[in-house]
């Protein structure tokens, strides 16, 4: 499927076409502002996008997606494995540019920080004593590390890459999409697409209804199980990504020592 392409939306026009009744003098104009009154209403933005087959919903969702130039991540994942529960904030721009922050349940926080292309690592006390010790961690208490190319920390970085964030990334992806049910997100009309792939299992997404149809959220699973491992809020689109400063003598440049290192 191409990226990015214009979608014409090009809807059943509702109450346009006006047929005449009860009235033989088709000249008659107190007849014709009556049938004007009486006819429908334009459909509102949300009645023409509740009308949209789940094709054009992920085609727009892709669309109103690969033109935002940041946003801001908040929510949770479950790991399937050992039912961990993760919590996230991410604000994360085109540039490459991004913070993450990350709370998982019995282990602790970390923080990334992303940009030119370095990934900068700061894990909790907590955190650093569950993966390599109490003396690494007391050792390194505070401090962040610039991870390099081959570290097992090095796929971090790639959680500040837009385009894998969400399926609607992903202009070429594999994703089958059936048209949900009209709701709100933050107070903001939405409409949902369920969306499904071999590859990656079934999703719900909650587009916004009204202007730029870019996700608002994101939900494992379809339905009342909907939301169960992974509910995922997407807010200030296009609003630019600041990173906190970091003082050069917090950086360790390198990767994390060996477990039990002093």
Known sequence: MPANRAVVAALAALGLALTATACDDAKDSTAAAAAAASSPASPSPTERVASMTGKRLLDKGREAYGKASSLRMTGFVV??????RTGVQLAADRKGQCQLKADV?????????RTEGTTLFRPSTATLTA?????VAERYRDRWFKIPAGSEYSSLGDLCDLAGLTAFGDPNGSWQALAGEPGTVAGRASMGVQLSSTEEGAFTAHLAAEGAMVPLRMEDGWGESAGKKMTLDFTDYDVPVVLPAVPA????????PAKGAA
């Open 79 to 84: 790991d399937e494995d050992s039912g961990r």
């Open 105 to 113: 349940d019995g282990t602790g926080q970390f923080e990334i920080l």
């Open 131 to 135: 993966i390599r010790g109490a003396a």
């Open 249 to 256: 003598g917090s950086v360790v440049d390198g990767d994390l």
